[in-house]
Every structure is written in structure tokens, then in C-alpha cells.
């Protein structure tokens, strides 16, 4: 429970759980009324089960009712006659009780039939194609066959999500762009496993903002593997920033800054650039609640007259220090004006108090 309250802390607006026993199940409405009691939403628990999700919903229907979302993936609902009736089971509470669904295929646990049919298809082609292109269609096919017999059963197509998870980068963009032009169901994106630390965050980053750019995701997952106690809320963060970083979300007030070269009195540079970050994200919080819209604010702190004064005009405040060798003074810029020039020893408190009082004007 506690880390999915850091999750809904972090921003996290869906938080995925196992239901894979009858102890997993039961929890899930005394889940919810703690999140409801820290302020956050009722539907935002997503109850993930595979094989064993039907039996679980059938004997703890009140308990799954509580559920904003289930995720099932057509692979491993069920094994050999029991897979259909899972399958059924499943969409038909969800209809009762008004639930999406989200089918999730992955790479992983294809369906063994449909892989099986589209290899021996391909095997009889004059060129036949690689096994990767081969499982990417049967990836697509699987997650749509589903939909349209979810569809059948009468679960409305907009409460339908789906997923095609896989691990390499070009393989995720690939299977979405083919999922996005074959399919009009809300899509979630993400790699089923990333991996750990810079090389996850990269991964991450490099196909879901490639897919994102071109409209395609409605959703989105960073899957991280965490190598400490601290829980996954860097997942979170990772996709706040893909989101902000095109402009599709904004969820703090942004601050840039330049790489601070050779050209730039580095320390006290890299003293400015760290104050500035600090004043703003201890302060954010209780900004969002006080000035409605102070996450569109930009910021920028620049360290020298090359680019600086240029690319401190694009910002709504911005700071640009003289450079290596010149006295501690520093022009600042409003919304693309000068606004005054700070200098001395305190710098740094002269331009967090015109942030302060910019914020106070503008978005009070």
C-alpha cells in the first residue's frame, strides 16, 4: 500500500496491482479507500491477473468491482478449452460493473495459435519473412482478434485499451504504428522490460516519445528495473518528463539551462543553475494549489553573453551571467524584454525573489 500511495504521490494517475490470489483480491477495495482518503482517485487501481483472474472476479465479485481498470493478457488468460471461457468471463463482469479492459499482448506469451498459423503461412511464401516481422503481426493480430471478440461479447470499443509490449526499441515502433493504422481502440504504450538505470530510461524515452511524436499512445508505462527499496516512482517521473518534454502535459514549471562550457565562471554558474532548480521544485507543490497555471512558467539560467541574452528572451524569466573572467553581474529577461540587471554577491536571492514575485503577478 505504501508504494502505491508514493506512486499516486509522484503523479502516477493508474497504478497496476497483481491479482494472482485470493489474498490479492481481497485488499483491493480497503486499496482504494485509503487512496480516496489522501485525496486521489477511486478508479485509478489497475487489477492485472492472468490464468486465475476469471475464478478470482467469479468469487470476490464485490471486491473486483472496486477495480478501475483490469488488464488480462489473451496469452495466458487460460490454457486449451478454458482460455475462451476465461476470456468470456472476464469481459462479461467488466461489462456489468462498467470497467475497461485493457488487452495486453506481449512478446513473451504470444498465443501459441495464432503464432503457429502465421509461421506456417509464412513458411509457404516465395521469400518468407524474418521470425521479428512474423511476431510483430501476430502481436497486432492477436491484440485486434481480441478486441473484436470483446466487441462481440458487448464490451464498447471505448472501453477498450490495448497494449503490444515487446523489448527493442525499433520492434516497439514498429508494432504500434501497425496496431495505430489497423485499430481505433485507445493504445498504452511502453517496453515490457527496459531494463535498469541510464540504459532503461533511454530505451524507454527513444520509442515511446518516437510513437507519441506521431500521435500515436493515449497512455503510457515505463518499465524500470529498480535496483533499490525506494519503490518505482522513478518511473514515474521518467514519463512526466517524456510527456512535458513535448509539450503534451505539463506538470511542473520548467527550468533550462545551458551546459555551462569553458566560457562560463562554472562555479558560480553551477550555483545558480542549482539554486534556481532547488527554490522550484521545494516550492512547486504548494505553487500548483496556490497559482493555477504556474506549471507553463519557463525559466532559464544561461552562462554567458553568447547565446545567453537570445536564449534567455525565449523563456518567461530568464538569467544570462557576462562569462568567465567578467564581474559576478547578470541581465535579467521578462517575457522577452530586459527587465533590470542584478549583480553582487546575492544574485541568486535577487532572481529567486523576481521569480516569486513574476509568479505572484502572473498567476494569482
Not at 511524436?213 to 518511473?235: A, P
Not at 542549482?274 to 500548483?288: C, H, L, Q, T
Not at 564581474?327 to 525573489?353: H, M, P, W
Request: charged content about 25%; some cysteine.
Amino acid at each position: 500500500m505504501q508504494e502505491v500511495l508514493a506512486l499516486a504521490r509522484e503523479g502516477s494517475e493508474l497504478v497496476r496491482v497483481a491479482i494472482n490470489s485470493d489474498e490479492s483480491i481481497k485488499v483491493i477495495p480497503d486499496m482504494v479507500d485509503v487512496l480516496v482518503k489522501h485525496g486521489f482517485d477511486e478508479k485509478m487501481i489497475v487489477g492485472c491477473g492472468q490464468y486465475e483472474v476469471a475464478r478470482l472476479l467469479r468469487d470476490y465479485p464485490t471486491c473486483a468491482a472496486a477495480l478501475g481498470k483490469i488488464r488480462i493478457n489473451p496469452g495466458n488468460i487460460g490454457f486449451g478449452d478454458k482460455r475462451d471461457k476465461n476470456f468470456e468471463e472476464v469481459i462479461e463482469f467488466a461489462i456489468k460493473h462498467d470497467i475497461p479492459v485493457r488487452i495486453g499482448v506481449n512478446w513473451g506469451s504470444l498465443d501459441k495459435v495464432i503464432v503457429g498459423k502465421l509461421m506456417d503461412d509464412n513458411a509457404n511464401l516465395p521469400v518468407p519473412e524474418s521470425a521479428d516481422v512474423v511476431q510483430a503481426k501476430a502481436l497486432v493480430l492477436s491484440a485486434i482478434t481480441s478486441a473484436k471478440k470483446a466487441e462481440g461479447i458487448g464490451l464498447p470499443s471505448n472501453r477498450i485499451v490495448l497494449s503490444c509490449k515487446v523489448s527493442k526499441v525499433r520492434d516497439l515502433v514498429a508494432v504500434y504504428t501497425a496496431l495505430a493504422g489497423q485499430s481505433n481502440h485507445a493504445l498504452h504504450l511502453g517496453l515490457t522490460e527496459a531494463g535498469a538505470g541510464l540504459k532503461g530510461v533511454v530505451s524507454s524515452v527513444a520509442g515511446i516519445a518516437h510513437l507519441l511524436i506521431m500521435g500515436i499512445g493515449d497512455t503510457v508505462r515505463v518499465s524500470l528495473t529498480s535496483l533499490t527499496r525506494e519503490g518505482r516512482t522513478e518511473e514515474v517521473k521518467v514519463c512526466k518528463e517524456i510527456l512535458q518534454s513535448l509539450g503534451l502535459r505539463y506538470f511542473t514549471a520548467q527550468s533550462t539551462s545551458c551546459p555551462g562550457c569553458n566560457r562560463t565562471n562554472f562555479d558560480v554558474f553551477q550555483k545558480l543553475v542549482s539554486g534556481v532548480n532547488k527554490y522550484m521544485e521545494s516550492n512547486m507543490e504548494a505553487w500548483k494549489k496556490k497559482y493555477p497555471g504556474v506549471v507553463n512558467m519557463t525559466v532559464a539560467v544561461m552562462g554567458c553573453v553568447v547565446n545567453g541574452p537570445g536564449e534567455s528572451k525565449h523563456a518567461n524569466l530568464g538569467l544570462s551571467m557576462p562569462g568567465k573572467g567578467e564581474r559576478e553581474v547578470a541581465a535579467v529577461y521578462e517575457d522577452g524584454s530586459k527587465l533590470c540587471t542584478i549583480q553582487g554577491a546575492d544574485i541568486l536571492e535577487q532572481f529567486l525573489n523576481i521569480i516569486e514575485s513574476y509568479i505572484v503577478k502572473n498567476y494569482s
